[in-house]
């Protein structure tokens, strides 16, 4: 039994240096836009420090064994070069970039819509510098801010025209109160990506300011905050799509769930499933689909390549529709093993590992 020649990391991370948004955003906006804060930690936007805690340093021993393992890249500036070699060092041919400051950088409550979209704007054009020349080993993942649908619209077809997208990620929690993601207020955007085939991935960061689960009853993001953020808001967001009828009025649309791990899901779907059959006539719009059936059409999960309930979550989902990511260089990364650990795994069939590491992101990131 060989190992497969190819593997897709699904999820992967830059290390945006801290003043890039104002080289890359737009002149009007220049003196607003985001900067980090290397003293104090954390980012600064629109003159306001926002999320102090997101400083590394000062979770110790994590902050220690992160430097261990990635002093080199750190060193070397995490440029493009340094992200090939990590990719060499792992035996992956391609791997989705996702940011890391960046992921903050449209969530603060009350952000002025026209600057959000402008940063968005500057990211989008910072990563597709960064992975130019690439030779498409590095895959451009752009952000979208759901303050403004026409600006998000907009921005999804600029970037795939100009530099190529493939995918747009989101952030779960909707930054307009009352607005869910099934709203019909996001319908242009979800028919744009349609139409782009791009997929949308909806990847989350633990302590935004709009009103992630758990925020209000927990003073600290570190522990408490990553274990409702990542699972729990994933729920929440494919609610939205089986149930809200995302999936039933955008069916080529592709999303999918990532860092949020999997085992949750098997049961998830049949919850689902179980309410809309109970409670579907009350208040659920008309699905032609189970919300397992919709799942399976057209989602896909991040499974963690350690996950114990992997197997089980396999059989009931299915692998076409399971991707594996390794975070790299997040502190709970798996580098320098990377995805290709998964393939270890004797509990999970062969056939499903070579999916999950090879054809599944294949067919999600549109990639020939």
């Not at 940011?99 to 002025?112: E, I, K, Y």
Request: hydrophobic fraction near 40%; charged fraction near 25%.
């Amino acid at each position: 039994m060989s190992e497969p020649e190819q593997v897709f990391d699904a999820d992967a991370h830059l290390m945006e240096p801290p003043d890039f948004w104002r080289e890359y955003i737009d002149p009007e906006f220049r003196e607003r836009a985001p900067v980090g804060d290397a003293d104090r930690g954390g980012l600064t936007v629109d003159g306001r420090l926002r999320f102090p805690t997101l400083r590394w340093a000062r979770m110790g021993q994590l902050n220690q064994r992160w430097s261990e393992v990635y002093g080199e890249f750190d060193r070397n500036g995490w440029d493009p070069p340094s992200y090939l070699e990590a990719l060499s060092r792992q035996g992956v041919a391609h791997m989705a970039l996702y940011p890391s400051r960046g992921l903050m950088q449209v969530a603060p409550w009350g952000l002025d819509p026209r600057l959000a979209a402008a940063v968005t704007r500057a990211y989008n054009r910072y990563v597709a510098d960064f992975v130019h020349g690439t030779d498409g080993r590095l895959l451009a993942v752009g952000q979208l801010d759901l303050r403004d649908v026409e600006a998000a619209v907009a921005e999804a077809r600029r970037s795939a025209n100009e530099h190529g997208f493939r995918a747009f990620f989101v952030l779960p929690e909707p930054p307009l109160p009352g607005v869910t993601l099934d709203s019909p207020y996001y319908d242009p955007l979800w028919s744009e990506l349609e139409d782009l085939d791009a997929a949308l991935a909806i990847h989350n960061v633990a302590g935004t300011g709009l009103g992630q689960i758990g925020a209000d009853r927990f003073g600290t993001w570190a522990t408490p905050r990553v274990a409702f953020a990542f699972p729990l808001e994933a729920q929440v967001t494919l609610f939205s799509f089986l149930c809200g009828g995302i999936c039933e009025r955008h069916p080529k649309l592709r999303m999918v769930v990532l860092e949020s791990g999997s085992g949750w899901l098997p049961y998830w779907l049949w919850h689902l499933d179980e309410l809309q059959e109970e409670y579907g006539e009350v208040d659920l719009p008309p699905l032609s689909l189970k919300p397992s059936e919709y799942f399976r059409r057209q989602c896909f999960i991040s499974a963690e390549v350690d996950e114990p309930m992997l197997p089980q979550v396999v059989e009931s989902v299915g692998a076409e529709c399971i991707v594996t990511a390794s975070d790299f260089p997040h502190p709970e990364g798996t580098f320098p093993h990377g995805v290709r650990k998964l393939w270890e795994r004797e509990d999970v069939p062969e056939q499903a590992r070579r999916q999950m590491l090879w054809d599944s992101p294949r067919r999600l990131y549109a990639l020939a």
